[in-house]
DNA sequence: CAGATTCGTAAGCCACCCCTTACGGTAAGT
DNA sequence: ACTTACCGTAAGGGGTGGCTTACGAATCTG
């Protein structure tokens, strides 16, 4: 349902990046911008993109902000890659079949 | 190895519908953009962005063009997805684990 | 209470992406 | 050979996405 936007997320490089490694292991923003080339308030805005897409969710401890992978937006999007995958497979065996009408 | 590729392709709206159509039955690039709000000329950019990912091929019939999917740009994407999949399973069973310390 | 740390949001800038129109090239039909 | 059909590519413009700096809010520490 919402696939698209979990997508879009993992669409961009540094938000991939972003969200490998917390789904390595949960982080908080700061410590995430010290090991990419971007700033803090470039990572703060990937995490909203992440978390409104289902793919992390936050947990505040004191005055730092825990960011961790959450399943359900990846499950959406293999949802519906698995969708895709039974319709390309079935018509790529039916093109196969109409490739070698000889035998 | 080229999972990126197909993720960018997938992630525009235009490019999603166009695999989709393709991926329920191949067809030529005029009949695409019949059915669709763009001009023929970026269909044709489009296929050329999906067909780099590795999502579809072409078939040449006399002067148009056959474009069909391919299984090989998705199974790229599925295998990554299933690798993240794992780490955030894994991931998200221990932090479950940490928030009921009590038991 | 004052200072320090951590974070989100606003404003602005720049590059890139998607779309369009225009053109050239190839194959089929008459 | 000429016309028609179908397509890819080049060139250009408009809108969006990602980044930065600047600011304000919330929490912990001394």
């Known amino acids: ?3 698209e936007s979990a997508l879009a997320a993992l669409a961009d490089p540094t938000r991939r990046q ?7 292991a949960p982080s908080s923003v700061g410590l995430l911008a010290g090991q990419l080339p971007v700033s803090r308030p470039a990572v703060s805005q ?3 993109a992440l978390s409104d897409a289902g793919l992390v969710t936050v947990t505040k ?3 730092r902000n ?4 959450c399943p359900d937006g990846l499950a959406d ?3 519906y890659l698995d969708g895709l995958w039974g319709d390309v497979l079935t018509n790529f ?9 000889n035998d």
Chains 1, 2 share one sequence.
Do not use: N
């Open 18 to 24: 972003i969200f490998e490694t917390v789904a390595a």
């Open 1 to 3: 349902m919402a696939y």
């Open 66 to 69: 825990i960011y961790a992978a």
């Open 46 to 48: 990937h995490l909203k």
């Open 61 to 63: 401890q004191g005055t």
């Open 77 to 79: 999007l293999r949802r």
């Open 93 to 101: 065996a039916k093109d196969i079949a109409k490739e070698l009408p």
